[in-house]
């Protein structure tokens, strides 16, 4: 079974541009997870979607945005990107039968530099 | 508030001896904890998960404990191998299936041949 995969692996963008990310789920997955990782701050909660509605959402501004597809497919949005945005963005995958936990597969990211 | 702490940054072990990673947690809300395995420039990996009604879980090398009572957790990696050298996140997520994993701030482990 194919892995969580991203795309691009890789993007440089100036402050002021914005930028959108892919993330397709593991086959039958129905959550997408997307995270931000940083050296300063780790790995940070962005947002979770399944059946394409925002189920989770973690404390980041209103120019992070997301959406996800009928086919599970997610996109995320940054818009009026800051130096500060530079990070590896990953998405993760997981089934998400309704109150149980799962484990979250994540794809191999998406680094993105804004300069 | 680092919900989920990683106290050590990094960590050098023997090859063949035992690694142990530890965890602390802050949330009593969280009962579900999972590790990974982070290269760079890839994403996590998911090593090994337990669920808080257990207190230990193995999987070949690999075996979490957790102590619920004391907020903590940790991976033992025995024997240590060289490939083992990675960034380990612990990760925690909360009772009621909510899918968001809130992460530890990692610690490198190295293995040393």
């Known amino acids: 079974k194919a892995g969580v995969t991203q795309t691009p692996r890789y993007l440089i963008k100036t402050r002021g541009q914005q930028v959108t990310l892919s993330c397709s789920p593991i086959s039958g997955h129905r959550s997408v997870s997307w995270y931000q990782q940083t050296p300063g701050q780790g790995l940070q909660f962005l947002f979770e979607y399944f059946s394409e509605t925002q189920r989770n959402k973690g404390n980041f501004p209103g120019r992070f945005s997301g959406r996800q597809f009928s086919n599970s497919r997610s996109e995320m949005n940054v818009s009026t990107l800051e130096l500060g945005d530079s990070a590896l963005y990953l998405c993760?995958?997981?089934?998400?039968?309704?109150?149980?936990?799962?484990?979250?597969?994540f794809g191999p990211g998406t680094r993105l530099l804004v300069l | 508030d680092q919900q989920v702490k990683q106290n050590s940054p990094s960590l050098s072990v023997q090859e063949g001896r035992i690694s142990i990673l530890n965890c602390d947690y802050t949330?009593?809300?969280?009962?579900?904890f999972l590790w990974y395995k982070k290269y760079p420039a890839e994403g996590p990996t998911f090593l090994i998960s337990?669920?808080?009604?257990?207190d230990k879980n193995e999987d070949g090398r690999f075996t979490v404990f957790l102590n619920k009572s004391a907020k903590h957790l940790s991976l033992h990696i025995v024997p240590s191998q060289p490939g083992d050298s990675a960034v380990y996140f612990c990760?925690?997520?909360?009772?009621?299936?909510?899918?968001?994993?809130?992460f530890g701030t990692g610690t490198r482990l190295t293995i040393i041949p």
């Open positions: 993760a995958s997981s089934l998400a039968v309704a109150g149980y936990q799962e484990t979250q597969y």
């Open positions: 337990i669920s808080s009604i257990k």
């Open positions: 949330n009593s809300m969280f009962d579900y």
């Open positions: 990760a925690a997520i909360p009772i009621f299936g909510n899918e968001k994993l809130t």
